[in-house]
Every structure is written in structure tokens, then in C-alpha cells.
């Protein structure tokens, strides 16, 4: 079974600055993926970053990028110069390539961009 | 294209009643997810279809729940006798699974369906 833990129910940042949102996961399959998902108020879930686990370079997008640690099961989530539109919550998720082909999400961390 | 898009955004409904949900992937897509999110928290896996076959139904998904696609295009989620347990966000989303391990993976979700049960 596949299992995702976000710590951080909360955290908050400086309009500028950078933050960086926590991730371990848990999966039997040595085939999957990790991804983190941004889901604004009242609207709907979009994909920030996507990371292949069989890849040992981290993802990076923009201002986003991941720093994946695959022994240590951690994907966490740096955003860099934040901007207002940044703020809304995080869900990091994984999805097992051949087993419940499912993403399994975690609880989210609502993050706070202050001006 | 114009992504995913769910149908109704939002549904009041008393409980007893039965609701159903339209959900439309994009076109090319042939992989189609049903979550369900509750407040505060991440979403749950409900159900999904290659094509139209629906290959995995979690425990979440009561007898009271069925989904459909028949044509393997659009889905229906329909929810008979509600109860106020069943207050969510319904969310679909959906992906490209080409086979041969080269699926995309990458799920694209629509707004949701909020759903209310008094």
C-alpha cells in the first residue's frame, strides 16, 4: 500500500522569499511517480511538478523544484521568489506504476504568502 | 482543448435523494478517475475506467455509488439514497495511459462537483 505524509499543515512565507514544503511517502512498487499538486481557494487542483522516481536529477520548473531523496522517501517542494498568486494549499502525491494505479494523496499544507 | 469539466459545480440535495455527476476527460484521454475530498483534507481514490471498462473500485465506494462510462468518453457518478455522510468535493481527473510503461501518469483534474446534503 501506498502511503503519503505531509507534516506541515501550515506554513506561511514572505511575498520574495522561499519556502519549502515537506514530503515522505511510502510505496512496495519500484515503479512510480511523485507529484505536487496546488489547489487555490474555491478553484480547482493543478499540477505544479511531476518527478519520475527512477530519475536521480530533481524536477525543477520554474520557481518550483523538488529535492527527491529515494532512500530517505522524502519529496519535498521549494518555490522560489514567491509571489501572492503562490498562496493555496499543496498536495504532494504518489502513483505506483503497475500496482493500485491510483494517486494517493496527502493531507495538504495550506501556505500563506504574506505581502 | 478545454481540460476537464464536471457537471454540476454544485448540487444541493435532502437526504434519501439520489444525485448524479457528469464528468467529461480530456478528448484524448483514455483514463478516467473519480476522488472524493472532504474538508481539510487530500482527496480519496473512488474509482476509475480505461476506456470503458472500470478497472478498480476502492471500499470508499458503497453500493450506493456507481460510476459509468459507457462510451469511453464521458463518466457518470451517481450517489442513490444520500446521506449527509456524502457531503464532498467530487473530483475527476484524467490521463493518457499509452501502455508499454509509457503512460504519461500525469492526471488533469476538472473543478469539481460540490455536493450538499441537508
Known amino acids: 500500500a501506498q502511503t503519503v505524509t505531509q507534516s506541515q499543515p501550515e506554513m506561511s512565507v514572505q511575498e520574495a522569499e522561499t519556502v519549502t514544503l515537506s514530503c515522505t511517502y511510502d510505496?512496495?512498487?519500484?515503479?512510480?511517480?511523485l507529484f505536487w499538486y496546488k489547489q487555490p481557494p474555491s478553484r480547482q487542483m493543478i499540477l505544479v511538478i511531476r518527478?519520475?522516481?527512477?530519475?536521480?536529477q530533481n524536477a525543477t520548473e520554474n520557481r518550483f523544484s523538488v529535492n527527491f531523496q529515494k532512500a530517505a522517501k522524502s519529496f519535498s517542494l521549494k518555490i522560489s521568489d514567491s509571489q501572492l498568486g503562490d498562496a493555496a494549499m499543496y498536495f504532494c502525491?504518489?502513483?505506483?506504476?503497475?500496482?493500485?494505479?491510483?494517486?494517493?494523496f496527502g493531507k495538504g499544507t495550506k501556505l500563506t504568502v504574506n505581502p | 482543448d478545454t481540460g476537464v469539466s464536471q457537471d454540476p459545480r454544485h448540487k444541493i440535495t435532502k437526504r434519501g435523494q439520489n444525485v448524479t455527476f457528469r464528468c467529461d476527460p480530456i478528448?484524448?484521454?483514455?483514463?478516467l478517475y473519480w476522488y472524493r475530498q472532504t474538508l481539510g483534507q487530500g482527496p480519496e481514490f473512488l474509482t476509475y475506467?480505461?476506456?470503458?471498462?472500470?478497472?478498480?473500485k476502492s471500499r470508499l465506494l458503497s453500493d450506493r455509488f456507481s460510476a459509468e462510462r459507457p462510451k469511453g468518453s464521458f463518466s457518470t457518478l451517481e450517489i442513490q439514497r444520500t446521506e449527509q455522510g456524502d457531503s464532498a468535493m467530487y473530483l475527476c481527473?484524467?490521463?493518457?495511459?499509452?501502455?508499454?510503461?509509457?503512460?504519461?501518469?500525469?492526471?488533469?483534474f476538472g473543478p469539481g462537483t460540490r455536493l450538499t446534503v441537508l
Open positions: 518527478q519520475e522516481a527512477y530519475k536521480q
Open positions: 478528448s484524448e484521454h483514455n483514463r
Open positions: 502525491a504518489s502513483f505506483a506504476q503497475g500496482g493500485s494505479e491510483k494517486l494517493v
Open positions: 510505496t512496495s512498487e519500484s515503479d512510480y511517480y
Open positions: 481527473a484524467s490521463s493518457l495511459d499509452i501502455g508499454s510503461g509509457a503512460s504519461t501518469d500525469t492526471q488533469y
Open positions: 475506467f480505461q476506456n470503458e471498462a472500470q478497472l478498480e
